[in-house]
């Protein structure tokens, strides 16, 4: 299991070692940012994230997206539920 945190106004993304290890990351790989996030992020699941924390943040409600990523290795990996 993994944890992050996402610091809005600052843009800063922190994950979990654990995270970073369901992600096929070395322990402190993440880069940091949306965009680090975004990057590894199979690119049709995009749009659903994108929406699910637009939707979280008008809400001020918690996120809750499913999508798949790619590992370092290539293999795209399908969490049965993230959430924050």
């Known amino acids: 299991m993994g944890a992050w945190e996402w610091t809005i106004k600052t843009g ?3 994950w979990s070692v654990g995270l970073e290890e369901i992600h096929g990351l070395a322990p ?14 199979h690119v ?6 994108e929406a699910a924390i637009e939707k ?6 918690e996120y809750h997206a499913i999508y ?3 590992r370092p ?3 795209t990996a399908v969490p049965r539920r993230l959430a924050a």
């Open 73 to 75: 290795d290539g293999a």
């Open 56 to 61: 979280a943040l008008q809400t001020k409600s």
């Open 28 to 41: 402190g790989a993440f880069g940091g940012t949306v965009d680090d996030f975004k990057r590894d992020m």
């Open 44 to 49: 049709d699941d995009w749009q659903v994230v």
């Open 12 to 14: 800063k993304v922190i």
């Open 68 to 70: 798949r990523f790619q």
